[in-house]
T-cell receptor, first 113, second 115 residues
Framework: QQQVKQSPQSLIVQKGGIPIINCAYENTAFDYFPWYQQFPGKGPALLIAIRPDVSEKKEGRFTISFNKSAKQFSLHIMDSQPGDSATYFCAARLNNAGNMLTFGGGTRLMVKP | DADVTQTPRNRITKTGKRIMLECSQTKGHDRMYWYRQDPGLGLRLIYYSFDVKDINKGEISDGYSVSRQAQAKFSLSLESAIPNQTALYFC??????????????FGPGTRLTVL
């Protein structure tokens, strides 16, 4: 049973579109929510992260929206580019559990030129 | 220069064989992790180690074992490989968090196929 549920599994958008990837969790002991980006043949790399005391975090074209009451968070990619084509993983860290991360199932994003 | 390296990058083996995947890091991190990635299931934790003498089972440790030979080296073994262990395996490292960052840094992965 996955503790972090991610949707959709795959997503295709046109260049300039705004893909949105959603994640939901049940465990209220999670205290940190990172997103990782993975290109083919590479390991995942941290993209952006948020803590539950804020509702939004923006870094460049990437924005995390966080809804604590609904236990949901999402990644928005503004003005998406073909170079954003990758697999995206949301994750959640358990408070006081030594930086242990629970990952969502991943979303394969394709941005068409 | 890669900070987290994994060898081999690809491996094909047969059912019942013993396999070792190796991970080395030059980041000076205390913590190391082994994950497997399967389509639709994301990354699942197999084992983790907070220092050389501290090794713990993760979510899916059955059929796997690990060895932390030094701070910089963490190996994953499949004692008797089976086909459903076919997957992409990643090693990751992180600082202990005392300096503020708890980001995990991943290696490039090992693609393992068990026939």
């Amino acid at each position: 049973q996955q503790q972090v549920k991610q949707s959709p599994q795959s997503l295709i958008v046109q260049k300039g579109g705004i893909p949105i990837i959603n994640c939901a969790y049940e465990n209220t002991a999670f205290d940190y929510f990172p997103w990782y980006q993975q290109f083919p043949g590479k390991g995942p790399a941290l993209l952006i992260a948020i803590r539950p005391d804020v509702s939004e975090k923006k870094e460049g074209r990437f924005t995390i929206s966080f809804n604590k009451s609904a236990k949901q968070f999402s990644l928005h990619i503004m003005d998406s580019q073909p170079g954003d084509s990758a697999t995206y993983f949301c994750a959640a860290r358990l408070n006081n559990a030594g930086n242990m991360l629970t990952f969502g199932g991943g979303t394969r994003l394709m941005v068409k030129p | 220069d890669a900070d987290v390296t994994q060898t081999p990058r690809n491996r094909i083996t047969k059912t019942g064989k013993r396999i070792m995947l190796e991970c080395s890091q030059t980041k000076g991190h205390d913590r190391m992790y082994w994950y497997r990635q399967d389509p639709g299931l994301g990354l699942r934790l197999i084992y983790y180690s907070f220092d050389v003498k501290d090794i713990n089972k993760g979510e899916i440790s059955d059929g796997y074992s690990v060895s932390r030979q030094a701070q910089a080296k963490f190996s994953l073994s499949l004692e008797s490989a089976i086909p459903n262990q076919t997957a992409l395996y990643f090693c990751a490292t992180s600082d202990s968090g005392s300096r503020g960052s708890t980001e995990q840094f991943f290696g490039p992965g090992t693609r393992l196929t068990v026939l």
